[in-house]
Structures are given as C-alpha cells and as structure tokens.
C-alpha cells in the first residue's frame, strides 16, 4: 500500500461533528483521524500476535 487510503467514512464523521457540535469538519480531519485508526489498529495487531492468535478482537485495542 504505496499510498494511504482512508480509514473512516468522511460523510459520516462530517455529520457526526455537525450534528453534536454544528461544527464543519476539514478534509485534512479525515486524514488525521485515518492516521490515529491506522495507529489504533496496528498498536491492536501487536498485541493479538504477542498473544500467538490470529484474530483481532477487541480487548486488543
């Protein structure tokens, strides 16, 4: 994956902010917060391959 695609649905994200905060959201947000899952998930696999399995689960994150 030369180049990183994005991690969250932009629409939705958008909508959530709007809607909680009547705030507009950047496009630049949505890379950030693709940045900030990405960590997320790696920091996740780690820990489920530290544990020898296969599956992600959520006591990982």
Known sequence: MAEKETLVIASKVKAYIKEVADLKCSASVIDVLSEKVRALCDA????????SR???MDKDF
């Open 44 to 51: 996740a696999i780690e820990k489920a391959k530290a544990d």
């Open 54 to 56: 296969k599956t992600l």
